[in-house]
């Protein structure tokens, strides 16, 4: 897909999930959140940039870990309604709305001690030079954690993808699954620049009420957002017919528990 295209897809989609998405993933993507802060290392008074921050699920445990002594934390992302969910949980923060790839053009280069990234490398068109770009606005020895989703296969709501894709021109994320696949990440994080690679992998279960909190956590809430929104009613009630017939391996009476799996990376800039 035209990377333009793609940032666009991305930008809009992530304004329609704004508002239901801190109520849809919050839970589930804790354990995501937890190990980032776990590699990250946060010490009180640092400078983080949050890159893709999202509602700011990360940019507000980053605050309180480095505020005490004068800390610094910037978020940024593409999508200006997350942002301002962001800004309203977390107002002692800077956001500013930046593509990661063109990062240096809104935040100052070698000036932060972390740049965190939880679950936002996937739907970059070019993660690797987004990396690359991430890695520059670091300090020398400063440092990085990632979160991304692990392998098409690890995670059980995977089909929400291909049933979506086959409704609309352009497919939603192209390469979600590549970054989180073999050591795609460990190359990534290596290629721009960064030494004492570590990745983790942290097996998780996303818990659903039932049927419809399932859905609404697929539709409204994530990337597909926008094309959904699209979707006339017959349509809308067929994917998510089809999702639901996706993950019922996983459905426990009215509730479900569908595996996934996420992949941690870390490194830091030479000093
Ligand atoms: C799954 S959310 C993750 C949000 C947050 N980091 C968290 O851990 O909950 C993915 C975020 O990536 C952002 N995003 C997608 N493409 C981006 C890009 N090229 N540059 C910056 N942000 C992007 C979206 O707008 C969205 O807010």
């Known amino acids: 897909m035209d990377a333009r295209l793609q940032l666009r897809v991305q930008r809009y989609g992530w304004d329609r999930a704004a508002s239901h998405y801190e109520q849809a993933w919050n839970r589930a993507l804790a354990p995501a959140t937890a190990a980032v802060l776990d590699a990250a290392k946060l010490r009180p008074g640092e400078r983080v940039l949050d890159v893709a921050c999202g509602s700011g699920l990360l940019t507000r445990e980053a605050w309180q870990a480095v505020a005490p002594d004068g800390g610094e934390v910037v978020g940024t992302d593409i999508s200006e309604l997350m942002l301002t969910e962001a800004a309203e949980r977390s107002p002692e923060c800077r956001f500013v709305r930046a593509d990661a790839q063109k990062l240096d053009d809104h935040v100052p280069v070698s000036h932060f001690d972390v740049l965190l990234c939880g679950l936002g490398l996937m739907y970059m068109p070019d993660p690797e030079a987004a990396l690359v770009t991430m890695a520059r606005c670091l300090r020398p020895g400063g440092r990085v954690a990632v979160s991304v989703w692990a392998e098409r296969r690890a995670c059980g709501w995977a089909e929400i993808f291909p049933i979506v894709d086959a409704r609309v021109h352009s497919e939603v994320c192209p ?10 990440l460990a190359q990534a994080l290596r290629a721009a620049g960064l030494a004492d690679v570590r990745i983790t992998r942290v097996p998780t279960v996303i818990h659903y009420e039932d049927a419809d909190t399932a859905c609404d956590a697929a539709f409204l809430a994530g990337p597909v957002a926008l094309a959904y929104s699209r979707f006339d009613e017959p349509t809308r009630l067929a994917v998510r017919a089809e999702y639901l017939a996706s993950i019922e391996p996983w459905r426990q009476g009215e509730r479900f ?3 996934g799996a996420f992949v941690i990376g870390s490194g830091h800039v030479p000093a």
């Open 175 to 184: 390469m979600f699954f590549r970054v989180g696949s073999g050591d795609t």
């Open 257 to 259: 528990e569908v595996p």
